[in-house]
């Protein structure tokens, strides 16, 4: 029972804030549109706003592991296993500048998805080959303009925690383009916030480590 009255706060808090710190994306957006084509300070700001759902929840500790692995000065293809939708908000802890693959979904969430439209990041439709060839082309774009691109090679999140079959297109992507994939695992996640549950139980520790 309490547990649940805690998840409800905590789900309020991230639609009230969601709706609070769009509009300051929308003036960054704006003010630097003229000089900040790759959106790195937008993205910043956006790191700021998803880390801090991670940060303020006392049930969870995100500890980053070799983070200097992530060199400013070289894109990536970043690849990462995916157990839970608070992958994401641990993802942005990392403070570093790359564009998501996300599903479609997603960019219609109002608010979150505007500024994923703002950000620049690539929409896919699982399932849809045509939807696939555009996101390797968009993909290729955001690459060449040095700007890492972050995927879940898996496609989904898993339901138990074991890594599933990657698919083939960030690999591919990664040797078209000469550029070096950035492996990373998460762990702790799928305990904290379990696929299909919005309930937060316990404390844990998010783990991020590069390879």
């Known amino acids: 029972m309490i547990s649940r009255i805690k998840s409800t706060i905590f789900l309020g808090f991230i639609i009230v804030t969601c709706m ?5 994306a929308v003036l960054i957006w704006l003010v630097t549109l003229p000089f900040d084509k790759r959106k790195i300070i937008l993205h910043q700001y956006t790191c700021f706003w998803g880390a801090l759902y991670t940060r303020v929840n006392p049930s969870w500790r995100v500890k980053m592991i070799d983070r200097s692995n992530f060199r400013d000065d070289q894109t990536y293809v970043v690849v990462s296993n995916h157990q839970s939708q608070l992958d994401i908000l641990v993802a942005f802890n990392l403070f570093k500048h790359f564009k998501w693959v996300s599903k ?8 979150v998805g505007w500024n994923m439209y703002l950000n620049r990041y690539v929409r896919l439709v699982r399932g849809d080959k045509e939807s696939i060839k555009e996101m390797l082309a968009v ?54 916030l379990p696929k299909y549950s919005m309930k937060y139980q316990g404390t844990h520790n998010l783990y991020l480590k590069i390879r």
Do not use: N, Q, Y
């Not at 698919?167 to 040797?175: D, S, V, Y």
């Open 20 to 24: 609070i710190l769009f509009f300051p």
């Open 104 to 111: 479609a979904e997603i960019f219609r969430v109002p608010f």
């Open 139 to 192: 993909s290729e774009e955001r690459l060449r303009e040095g700007s890492s691109v972050f995927l879940f090679p898996e496609g989904t999140r898993s339901d138990d925690g074991k890594v599933k079959p990657f698919k083939p297109g960030a690999f591919a992507l990664a040797h078209k383009m000469k550029l070096p994939i950035l492996p990373i695992v998460i762990s702790g996640t799928v305990h904290a």
